[in-house]
């Protein structure tokens, strides 16, 4: 951390830096040049509140050489991470990982017929949510353990992992004993306390983008995460809050090539959450694909027009086929494929 004086700062303004620094338990170095003088801070290791710093007098501003998360970072490990899931299915090798169904999980029957039509399409993970975070109280809050049950059926079934939201500390035990992957949604990014509890439990955790988060805060969620002892995260774009409601969110589709540049973790994208309307779904995950993402995650209902969340932005049964199409075609012109079906995942 660089701590840059302001050009009209006294000696004693100086002073007083450094001795806050070495007050903190690090060392100055006061680095005096032509205009303005510099003080080094050394040593840092993240727990520097610059705060502290940014207000004393005769300071101009602060600039950080070093990131504040560090296990997530790529100096921390250069190697990606490639999160492994049962049946030999890998998250952030190769392979683009497509996980689809429906927003909530809403009864057996409209559970069963999503995992049949997406698992017959190519993808290879089952989405759906049992406990629903809700942006009003009054709409569909989810089946609960009962929905869980139905994708517990679900994968037996059809062979497709599942992926499932856990909503809060509450409800992450159950969640983690029937998930393949364990969501932590937009609205649950900050949620420190399920963080923490989602890196003590030896399951993937699939880590969505906030509602109006940056990069650098969900690397930092990414932490908690990595830093409570769970390594397996699977970040998420699935946009962000803008002026423009020409679509639900903004898609940071740049997210994608920005987060494997800071991070060894894997991010796949989310067109559904990220553009609200399903005509606008297939271009932009085949865009994600275009941009590298490790997977895509999508809505599709077998009648979005009577779906309980996010009717809106469901994939109809034969829009999500020629999703699967494109996006082959968009991996192979990456010298990338879709991830092959699971040995698992049978016809039935
Ligand atoms: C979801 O995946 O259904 C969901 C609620 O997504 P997000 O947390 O991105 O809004
Ligand atoms: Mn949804």
């Known amino acids: 951390m660089l701590i840059v004086m302001q050009h009209a700062a006294a000696a004693d303004e100086v002073q007083r830096v450094v ?41 101009k501003e602060i600039i950080h050489v070093t990131q504040p998360y560090k296990q997530v970072s ?138 109006a988060a940056t990069i650098n805060e969900l690397l930092l969620s990414a932490e908690y995460i990595l830093a409570s002892g769970n390594e397996q995260i699977i970040l998420c774009e699935r946009g962000i809050r803008g002026f423009d409601n020409a679509t639900r969110n903004v898609f940071d589709l740049a997210a994608i090539p920005v987060v494997h540049s800071l991070s060894h973790l894997p991010i796949i994208a989310d067109p559904s959450h990220a553009t609200g309307r399903r005509d606008k779904v297939i271009p932009m995950a085949r865009a994600a694909v275009a941009a590298g993402a490790d997977g895509i995650i999508v809505e599709v209902h077998p009648t979005p027009d009577t779906a309980l969340s996010d009717g809106a932005q469901s994939l109809y049964p034969e829009q999500f086929e020629d999703l699967m199409r494109q996006a082959r075609l968009i991996a192979e012109a990456s010298d990338r494929a879709i991830a092959a079906p699971l040995p698992s995942q049978v016809t039935t």
């Open 19 to 59: 001795d806050t620094i070495e007050s903190l338990g690090y060392e100055a170095r006061p680095m005096p040049g032509a205009q303005r003088t510099a003080v080094g801070l050394v040593g840092n290791d993240g727990r520097v509140d610059a705060s502290r710093l940014a207000a004393l007098p005769g300071v």
């Open 74 to 211: 790529r100096e921390w490990r250069d190697e990606p991470t490639v999160v492994r899931l049962a049946d030999g299915l890998a998250v952030g090798g190769n392979d683009v990982v497509v996980m689809a169904g429906p927003c909530s999980v809403e009864s057996e029957s409209q559970l069963l017929t999503t995992a049949r039509l997406v698992r017959d399409a190519g993808a290879s993970v089952l989405r759906g949510g049992a406990f629903k975070p809700r942006s009003s109280p009054y709409s569909f809050q989810g089946l609960g353990i009962e929905g869980l049950k139905l994708l517990a059926k679900a994968r037996e079934e059809t062979g497709l992992l599942i992926v499932t939201e856990a909503i809060d500390t509450e409800c992450i035990d159950a969640v983690a004993d029937y998930a393949d992957i364990i969501q932590i949604g937009a609205r649950s990014m900050q949620n420190y306390s399920l963080l923490k509890r989602a890196g003590k439990i030896n399951k993937p955790v699939l880590l969505k983008r906030g509602l």
